[in-house]
């Protein structure tokens, strides 16, 4: 395994998780039938996860590379966009009118 993957924190560990299966094509979802995981054990000393087995396998088709930005573990909006929003929401505008307004000004 990657040297990387010797000293993870628990965020860190699940935030590399989506990164890789966003990079790979995988949607990553806790409860689903496809045999792909990661093992992780807790080298308490260290206070760190580190990676003791990983499965690969995968019982589904994978996102093509032009289509990872849909899936939803891997959507992400800007601090600008989510002021927005919310700011619409204030005003009891929807979320896509509220980016048609702040897209024209």
Known sequence: MPP???SLIPDEAWAFWLSYGGQKGFEVRKRTNCQVHMNLIMDRKKEVMKVSGLIL???HTLHL???LHLMVSQRKISEVQAFEIETGDDAGIGP???HLI???H
């Open 57 to 59: 396998e995968h019982n």
């Open 96 to 98: 896509k009118a509220a």
């Open 4 to 6: 990387r993957w010797e």
């Open 65 to 67: 590379q032009e289509t």
């Open 102 to 104: 702040f897209r024209d």
